[in-house]
């Protein structure tokens, strides 16, 4: 024994058992004859559970609601709108709903015949998503119905601008997804005309500067908006004989360039792309040689917006314009779009024309992120518009297994690992080419 060191009363050998990590980290080791696979069809079931579970809470809410579609008080009614799109833009609804499709009719007609303003405003706003989860055989019920009380709504003055707003861009998606008349395309064209018509020039091609017109800017816009994308239904030849014969003409579209709301002349700018595109019909000579003399007149106003600086003009807004029309410019100088590459769910779009631009911008706004992305699986008409292909993918259309703390973080370490390998290898690239 040491010196200075006695054995205390109290002193013998040590009893503990050897450190165990396994112990420390709480796990339970009875469990270790757990295979691989059935442990990943247990996460699964138990992921389909709560998924069941969840659709099952929601499909109850969502009968309350419609429910609460017939109370008297119209700020309720309102409520229950606003909910029921809140509940379609997380989940697809289509078997529930098909139940009830002319009381859902019923209710979004009467909202914008007959209700105030917050409630018209509501059911145009739903709309486009209950008529893409209404299910295909009652969508053309559901259209022939609901879309002229849009229509009337859209030009009701007692109505507020946000709402005849709204009326506007929800009928042109509508329109733009289920339509298959012609004729009723043409018809609400005529109409939109008419809304922006009051942004045109006046007769001594003087700006009009009233706080009216600004004021009504983004209901110009909008109906400028939903002209260009109905537009692009026609058949170009179709397209090409309708501008040249009708209002408005690129002449006119062109005036809208120097309105005094920048919502309008934005919203000119693209309807001058996407006339120009579909009217030219692609690689088509003839239609780009006659269409010359009209691109020649807008070209200096393009070409002023891409680069103004004036000082009177908010910051934001000048940012905004330039960096819209520089693009429009270089459209119309190299006839280069830009491309962007949008993620919808687990698949991916390429926006590659100025056409399939307006349609995403569109229907982006009107049927919101999440409705966009849980109608996107389902509805054909919605694939057909975004360019999707016709089926989704069966392993696409399974809910992703959610995974536990522990698999996520062997997943970002997994994840990490390959960037670096990835960035090692270019690295070693580099420096080979500069040794060179």
Known sequence: MPKGKKKGKYDHRRTEQPYSS???????????????????????????????????????????????????????????????????????LAALLANHRATLADHVTRSLRRGKDGEKRAAAGIAPLLALQIGEEGAEEFLTEVRPALAAAAVDKSASLDTRTECCSSLAALCYLLEEDLSEVIDIMRMYETIFSGSYLKGDGSVKVS???????????????????????????????????????????GELLDAASLEVRMAAGGALAVAHEWVCGGDEADGREEEAPHVAAVWPRLER????????????????????????????EE????????????????????????????????????????????????????????DLPAQLRLPPVKLNKLQRHLQNNAACKARTVARAKNRDKRSAALAV
Not at 215 to 243: C, I, K, Y
């Open 22 to 92: 396994d112990e420390d980290a709480g796990i339970d080791m009875t469990i270790d004859n757990c295979s691989e696979t059935s442990g990943q069809s247990d996460l699964k079931s138990n992921h389909d559970d709560a998924e069941n579970e969840i659709q099952e809470k929601l499909e109850e809410k969502v009968l309350e609601i419609i429910d609460a579609l017939s109370a008297r008080a119209n700020a309720a009614r309102a409520a229950a709108l606003v909910a029921l799109r809140g509940a379609l833009q997380r989940r697809y």
């Open 305 to 332: 917006l891409a680069r103004d600086s004036h000082k009177f003009r908010a910051k934001r807004d000048r940012k905004l314009q330039r960096a819209t029309f520089r693009d429009i410019l270089k459209y119309f």
């Open 211 to 253: 706080g009216a017109v600004i004021e009504e800017g983004n209901w110009h816009a909008a109906a400028l908006d939903g002209w260009a994308l109905l537009l692009t239904l026609l058949p170009a030849q179709h397209a090409r004989s309708l501008v040249h014969s009708q209002p408005p003409s690129f002449h006119r579209l």
């Open 335 to 390: 006839d280069e779009v830009p491309s962007v590459r949008i993620r919808v769910g687990a698949e991916s779009i390429a926006l590659e024309t100025w056409r399939a631009h307006a349609a995403y911008a569109a229907l982006a706004a009107t049927l919101g992120g999440g409705g966009l992305t849980a109608a996107a699986q389902h509805s054909a008409a919605l694939r057909a518009a975004l360019g999707l292909a016709p």
